[in-house]
């Protein structure tokens, strides 16, 4: 049996719509019309509305669009609020799911619009409820629009039905051949009014404003309906096509293709594969056929009913094409398995000096995303091929956010901060999940796409450059990945979608129509099927081949389950239950760890798992690596309050009899909340101690610190927590409040680089960078690789921590609390031990020794007096220049300015200029200067050529690893 299928060319929701969602009269809507009634159909569209109750409380979202509008989204004269019941936009119920606004008075008059010379074009309207929670759209969410005429002559196709997307397009419906197309046709105004199909006038009328016509569907093709009135002077017309479609073709995969695109010799040719069981016809739409579905687009079927393909030919080399797939007749989709997604919603907001020359999105497609292709693209030159990653026992990991790291929030701009990672001593980074995701700013925990690197941070290439200049520097990059869950937006979810539930549909091969498990978010994935397997396994090889990452992060791990703890509909679930050691769940991470040391071994495997830890424990000891969120305990000691959940013991891998050092302890991470922020909000005192002082909480930071830097095992830090960021993980950027229920987590926060300036929060940085830089030493990284013991007392105010090595043994002594306290110590040898952040030495006597220490007195001892061996690029704590003189003069800086400076000592001394992110620019002075005070010309050296525009810089002196820092406003 053959069936026609409607394809239209422009905009077309990507869910089932089967029948017009808005109604109107007057037909032909002008800004003179006295009275305009308009009808929403909640059981179209989106179904946003669908048995809403009550049914009085409906509201209309109104504005226009008029030529002074910018874009589709730029509602003119809105006069109500979103999310408020004024009275004058309520919408009263003319039927079940049937809701009707009317306008009375005209146009102009009730959006009071005075300027003569600005034309009504359309009515945008959405309808929603009371609190704005619920909004009736159209089926791909975007704005209903009604058009509004002038007092010409205009033809319209009524039916076959349209969306009332901007511009108007066809509502998807399925026919056979033999059958008969329904044709309505309307004119403004009386004239001759005539219907042609496929070339020939099948029916006209004289004068006329409404015209009908009953073809029949004869052949398979492309159609063409033309709805043409003519009032003796003037000729308007209506046109809308469609495609019959021929039956599907049964073909074997071309040797050697594989799913996705398949770039052939010559750059002229691809053969796309696309992964589609239980769909029966598929058609390629694309820039290369300009939008125009036809037989010679239709896709090949396998004979194992699972994949199709077709091969396109006739390509220019290296220019990119957008491109969708049309399944079934009715859903139109982007390829899941591209490299760049085209997103009409975000990619307007990206600047071009993050993503330059990018490709507009097409008006010819359908939704808002489209998928693109790319023959000879130019390939990459990798610097570094044979990157050699750190010892994954001790890794330092950062963990960013782009958006909210640089000021430029792309990967350029995060490139430019190495030299401020580096020093600091980290060698890894790990960075939020960065492939696609819905909307332009996010965490990324929201993903569509999983192939293509978003947009919104930069290009292909500039993610590669990032990832090569940080291996360039030693530093590992990890993958924040989410496979959990993907999000509505994704091409995989809605090629199998339950409209009537709306959930996945039960013949899903990727996604679980409920949630087997607490706190899903999304849709999640069924990571016991094999598709998605199959799918996980491409995923991983991508991203470790193509952008050689060092490894992943795993993204709420504990849901790779298919034991189910919640009810049959994925609610009322069992918290406790979710985290029992689970069999399945253990088989799965086995399974994609093998597969990443299959691909590029040594990779990273690291979960955000809390599960028991009998199940944690056969991970780690299988090679993974484990999350070990000790946030809550680690702040409850900053703030000085006695409480069992001070206790750091739990960050110990030995405690919890792991075999090896894999669990990766962190006070913060981007989920927890900055210890600063509770410090300064909550921190105890005890007379002048106060831990809500910045100062003393900042030192408080310093001494955890160096308790967890000193627990052998991996690490992870949060940005800027070296710096002691003190703004909350529910601060609001737009009203300068914190929302304790969460609504601003995944807002954008305050980006402070500036508090490299304040010299409570740069010794806090010195601590960080002194004790990794111990902990990176070759001679003695073993200490915390594979120590030969650690003993510990982490339980109370008073907390030590030894630590044994072949090469280093270290004794960490800290007071938690805001009173005095003593404790005995045993140093695991007599003899002298020396103080690593300070000058002080300690006499061991090699049994109990008594040490007292005053609140927030901390010391890190080693055996050996590494300060002789570690060589440290940032300052200690106690800085000989930092009551020295340092500054530009004049202040702003003009053209003549100077720098001046005071040395304690004669030597070598170095003068650099960095940026309001702390991003290296220009040196001014390196070479040998005699003590005293000192002038030189800021243009002396490489600071003219650096070419800076003016603003706000920071100029750093430094000599014998000591430093000073001030800012100077640049204005030439």
């Not at 991983?540 to 050689?548: M, P």
């Amino acid at each position: 049996m053959k069936k026609f299928l409607l394809v239209p060319f422009l905009c077309l929701g990507i869910l089932v719509a089967h029948a017009q969602l808005l109604s109107w009269s007057p037909a032909f809507i002008q800004d003179t019309s006295s009275k305009i009634v308009i009808t929403c159909d909640a059981t179209k569209g989106n179904k946003g509305l669908l048995n809403y109750t009550p049914v009085t409380n409906v509201y209309v979202h109104i504005g226009v669009i008029t030529t002074a509008s910018t874009s589709s989204t730029d509602w003119k004269y809105v006069p109500f609020t979103w999310g408020t019941t004024n009275l004058a936009a309520n919408a009263p119920s003319v039927g079940t799911n049937l809701w009707q606004y009317t306008i009375n008075g005209g146009l102009r008059n009730f959006f009071n619009i005075t300027n003569p010379n600005e034309k009504i074009l359309k009515i945008a309207i959405l309808f929603r409820n009371g609190n704005g929670s619920l909004k009736q759209a159209n089926a791909d969410g975007s704005d209903m629009y009604i058009p509004v005429y002038d007092n010409g002559l205009y033809a319209r196709i009524d039916t076959p039905l349209k969306q009332p997307t901007y511009i108007p397009i066809l509502e998807p419906f399925t026919k056979n051949i033999g059958d008969t197309l329904v044709i309505n046709a309307k004119a403004s105004q009386p004239s001759r009014l005539t219907i042609y199909y496929n070339g020939s006038a099948i029916v006209q009328d004289s004068p006329a404003v409404t015209l009908s016509a009953r073809p029949v569907i004869a052949a398979a093709g492309t159609q063409t309906v033309i709805a043409e009135a003519y009032n003796g002077t003037v000729f308007s017309r209506d046109t809308v096509s469609f495609l019959v479609s021929g039956g599907t073709n049964i073909a074997p995969l071309p040797n050697g293709v594989t799913d996705g695109i398949n770039y052939e010799p010559g750059d002229t040719s691809v053969t796309l594969v696309l992964f589609a069981p239980h769909k029966n016809k598929i058609i390629v739409l694309g820039d290369f056929n300009n939008w125009t579905p036809s037989l010679n687009y239709q896709m090949n079927l396998t004979p194992d009913s699972l994949r199709f393909w077709i091969r396109i030919t006739g390509l220019t080399p290296g220019v990119e094409y957008a491109y969708q797939y049309q399944i079934d007749g009715s859903l139109y989709v982007a390829d899941y398995n591209t490299e760049k997604v085209l997103d009409k919603n975000v990619d307007p907001q990206i600047p071009s000096t993050t993503y330059p020359n990018l490709k507009p999105f097409p008006a010819g497609a359908v939704g808002s995303l489209v998928s693109v292709l790319q023959t000879a693209k130019p390939a990459y030159n990798w610097q570094v091929t044979n990157f050699n990653r750190p010892d994954k026992r001790n890794l330092l990991i950062y963990e960013l956010l782009i958006r909210d790291f640089t000021a430029t929030q792309n990967w350029k701009g995060l490139q430019d901060t190495l030299t401020y990672l580096k020093r600091l001593g980290v060698n890894a980074i790990e960075v939020m999940p960065f492939n696609n995701f819905e909307g332009y700013s996010s965490w990324g925990y929201n993903p569509n796409f999983y192939f293509a690197p978003d947009k919104v941070y930069g290009t292909e290439t500039a993610v590669k450059q990032f990832i090569d200049a940080c291996h360039q520097q030693g530093i590992a990059v990890i993958m924040d990945m989410v496979m959990n869950h993907s999000f509505g937006s994704s091409p995989m979810v809605q090629m199998y979608w339950d409209p009537v539930n709306n959930i996945p549909a039960a013949n899903s091969p990727w996604f679980n129509q409920y949630p087997t498990h607490a706190y899903n978010v999304g849709y999640q994935f069924n990571h016991q099927s094999q598709a998605t397997i199959d799918f996980r396994n491409r995923v991983i090889t991508y991203w470790l081949t193509k952008y050689k990452i060092d490894g992943f992060r795993w993204d709420l791990a504990k849901g790779f389950t298919q034991k189910n703890t919640c009810d049959a509909y994925g609610n009322n679930c069992n918290v406790a239950a979710w985290g029992n050691y689970d069999s399945g769940r253990v088989a799965t991470w086995k399974n994609i760890y093998d597969k990443i040391q299959s691909v590029s071994s040594g990779a990273y495997c690291i979960l955000e798992m809390f599960a028991d830890n009998s199940e944690e424990l056969v991970e780690a000891n299988y090679g993974m690596m484990l999350w070990g969120n000790l946030n809550s305990n680690f702040n409850q000691a900053t703030m000085g309050y006695s409480n069992p959940s001070w206790d750091i013991s739990y960050g110990v891998y030995t405690n919890r009899g792991y075999s090896q050092p894999n669990l990766i302890t962190y006070m913060e991470s981007h989920d927890e909340e900055r210890l600063m922020y509770k410090n300064e909000q909550y921190g105890n005192s005890n007379g002048s101690y106060n831990i809500k002082d910045t100062a003393t909480g900042l030192k408080r930071n310093a001494m955890a610190t160096a308790l967890w830097a000193m627990i052998p095992g991996p690490k992870m830090l949060w940005q800027f927590g070296e710096l002691g960021y003190d703004y909350s993980i529910n601060y609001c950027m737009s009203t300068n409040t914190v929302d304790p229920s969460g609504t601003c987590r995944t807002d954008p926060k305050p980006l402070r680089w500036d508090y490299l300036t304040q010299p409570n929060r740069l010794a806090l940085y010195n601590v960080y960078a002194q004790l990794f830089k111990l902990r990176t030493n070759p001679i003695y990284s073993s200490t915390f690789a594979s120590p030969k013991n650690i003993s510990y007392n982490l339980g109370n105010a008073f907390k030590q921590l030894i630590v044994t090595g072949d090469s280093l043994s270290v004794v960490f002594v800290g007071n938690f609390d805001v009173n005095q306290q003593s404790a005995t110590v045993t140093f695991p040898t007599a003899g002298t031990w020396y103080s690593y952040l300070t000058s002080k030495t300690i006499t061991a006597s090699g049994g109990a020794d008594n040490i007292t220490l005053q609140p927030g007195e901390y010391y890190v001892y080693t055996n050996k007096n590494v300060n002789n061996t570690v060589v440290t690029a940032i300052p200690p704590i106690t800085n000989p220049l930092e009551n020295m003189q340092l500054q530009v003069m004049p202040n702003p800086a003009g053209a003549n300015a100077t720098v001046q400076f005071e040395l304690p000592v004669s030597g070598n001394a170095r003068i650099d200029v960095y940026n309001i992110e702390g991003q290296y620019m220009a040196n001014i002075w390196n070479g040998f200067k005699p003590k005293g005070i000192q002038t030189i010309s800021l243009y002396s050296n490489n600071f003219t050529n650096a070419g800076l525009p003016n603003g706000l810089y920071f100029i750093v002196l430094e000599q014998n690893g000591n430093r000073k820092v001030q800012k100077f406003l640049l204005a030439k």
